[in-house]
């Protein structure tokens, strides 16, 4: 249910509590403006944990020095069999389609702002807050989400999925801070995870060697790591441990005849667990025209409407312009096309862009897209900012869709939301 009101200085809110210096300074701050403030430690996995290993067993414990130190109660949960199912099993599902997957999306979705939220209501509280770099506004009887004022740390990327129920119910109290002042507002707090390292790694799992921790849930697949010429230049344990453009991590020494730039991942071949590398980081096939964008999320609860046009974006430089002729449409600052889509007129070079942004969060899976692409004789390029794309090869336009005709005037019908 979506709150009516917005919470009273004397609001019952309980904290996500992670052992972190980012949720500690949120329950701090929501304390000092008056807020009934109490905290839950989630924990969320446990397939690995041993008397010599137990990372959540050292988070717990700062958990309690924090609330001891800012003087709120603490609670604790145990969502490892719901996080098992809901978000770690879509992961490795995703891994094994060959998609990179970001499991926080997930996990905020599922666990933060479901399992959590309900938890924390049913208990009494109004509202939850979590430490996230992130904003909420109530604007026009919506709420909106917003980018962090600290650029380097926003994370309103990873909270696209939520709703207006969800939103209603959070708080984001560092939204308007940056990262050095919540480390100094901890430490001139007497908080003794002030100077804590940032979590990194898989969410609620944390840092793991990653090819040995997966292939204790995914059956190894090695192949061969071939050119785009289809020349062997070394092996691999699996494709699903690499993703597009990745660097890092393939081993592949001197080759002969080839250059010394770097190798690059372009594509993968997952009926035959080919990985295909290419060498140089502006390689074509590591820029990509096109992609189809799935699994939107809207924060509004529905799409927004013309007069917002979006889709087919030409790219010059660091510039996106739109192409016109066509109905599109807008969400937030960013554009996307519902589903592949045709230049405005053949020979047009183009570019569909997805995206994932705070008013609407795009693809969780991107895919190549179906139809033909029309070389010019320039690259398309610029950087998207919150895309993936998998690179499309470049081939004449067929016939039947050359000689289609586009509308340029009026209101045609709205493609669907969803391919």
Request: glycine share 10%; net charge positive; hydrophobic share 35%.
């Amino acid at each position: 249910m979506i709150p009516s009101r917005e919470p009273g200085p004397a609001a019952a809110v309980t904290v996500g509590l992670s052992g972190g210096v980012d949720s500690a300074v949120a329950a701090l701050l929501l304390k000092r403006q008056g807020y009934q403030v109490s905290g839950v430690v989630m924990k969320n996995w446990e397939d690995d944990d041993s008397e010599d290993h137990c990372p959540a067993r050292a988070d717990l414990i700062d958990v309690v020095a924090v609330a001891e130190r800012i003087g709120i109660e603490v609670d604790a949960v145990n969502f490892a069999a719901e996080y098992r199912e809901r978000v770690f099993a879509s992961f490795l599902r995703d891994l094994g389609e060959g998609h990179t997957p970001n499991p926080d999306v997930v996990c905020n979705r599922e666990v933060k702002f479901k399992l959590f939220l309900d938890h924390a209501l049913a208990r009494g509280a109004e509202r939850i807050a979590t430490g996230h770099y992130a904003r909420i506004a109530r604007q026009g009887g919506r709420y909106r989400l917003f980018k962090g004022v600290d650029r380097d740390k926003d994370q309103s990327y990873f909270l696209y999925t939520l709703g207006q129920a969800q939103l209603g119910r959070g708080l984001f109290p560092l939204g308007g801070l940056t990262k050095p002042e919540v480390r100094r507002l901890a430490r001139e707090a007497g908080l003794s995870v002030h100077d804590k390292r940032d979590s990194t790694g898989i969410c609620f799992i944390g840092e793991r060697p990653f090819q040995a921790f997966l292939a204790r849930y995914l059956a190894p697949r090695p192949g061969e790591i071939q050119t785009v010429a289809g020349k062997t230049v070394g092996e691999h344990p699996g494709v699903f441990y690499f993703t597009l453009g990745q660097r890092a991590g393939l081993r592949i020494g001197g080759v002969a005849g080839a250059a010394e730039s770097p190798w690059y991942v372009v594509a993968k071949d997952l009926d035959n667990d080919v990985l295909v590398v290419a060498q140089g980081h502006e390689h074509p096939l590591l820029m990509s025209r096109a992609l189809t964008a799935t699994e939107l999320s809207w924060v509004a609860g529905t799409a927004p409407r013309c007069p917002a046009r979006a889709g087919p974006r030409r790219v010059t430089g660091s510039r996106i312009r739109p192409v016109p002729s066509w109905p599109w449409r807008r969400a937030g600052r960013t554009w996307f096309s519902k589903s592949p889509s045709a230049p405005s007129r053949p020979g047009r070079r183009w570019c569909s862009t997805g995206t994932r942004s705070a008013s609407a969060g795009g693809p969780s899976r991107l895919r190549s897209a179906s139809r033909p692409v029309h070389r010019t004789g320039r690259r398309c390029r610029g950087t998207i900012s919150g895309t993936r794309a998998l690179a499309v090869t470049e081939r004449k336009i067929s016939p039947a869709f050359k000689d289609a005709r586009f509308p340029t005037r009026g209101r045609p019908p709205r493609p669907p939301l969803a391919p």
